[in-house]
């Protein structure tokens, strides 16, 4: 296998940061628009609905969503006011605290679930098949994840 060159790699990051920008414009439209949503709501709903239980630490749910601890608990604040997260503090250790998916929040991650795969299907319409599964590989790798843990 040929290393890649620090120009190449250079180049593939700054694509990728200009192309998750475009992306994450148009989702943050489309789910707003429609359900009130950044895609950033919609991303921290998911990690929970795929999660055991529809549940997790708050700090697995920072270092999955990108975020700090503050961060994800600033981002959770209007989904618990708004009833689709719940916290849940943990019996056997006061220090830990969970945020759970509700009804209503699985409810509303159904609904935005499809215009999300629109409009990802619409940014990705002139993609390869092949090409995407590629590129899942390389960007699971350089997020640390392994294909069933996204």
């Known amino acids: ?24 414009r148009r989702l943050d439209a489309a789910l707003g628009g429609h359900f009130g949503l950044s895609f950033g709501d919609f991303m921290l ?21 990108g975020l700090t601890a503050s961060g994800v608990t600033r981002t959770l604040l209007p ?16 220090r830990v605290g969970y945020a759970v998916i509700t009804s209503a929040g699985h409810e509303m991650l159904d609904n935005a679930m499809v215009t999300a795969r629109e409009v990802s299907a619409e940014l990705l319409r ?7 599964d590629a590129l899942a590989a ?3 790798s350089v997020a640390g994840m392994n294909l069933t843990n996204s």
């Open 1 to 24: 296998m040929e290393n890649i060159t620090g120009d190449a790699a250079l180049d593939f990051c700054l694509r990728l940061a200009r192309a998750q920008a475009a992306m994450v």
């Open 45 to 65: 709903l998911n990690h929970l609905a795929r999660a055991p239980g529809g549940r997790l630490r708050r700090v697995d749910l920072a270092e999955r969503q």
């Open 79 to 94: 989904l618990e006011k708004n009833g689709m997260v719940a916290r849940q503090p943990d019996p056997r250790d006061a």
């Open 126 to 132: 002139n993609s390869d098949p092949a090409q995407l």
């Open 138 to 140: 390389v960007l699971g």
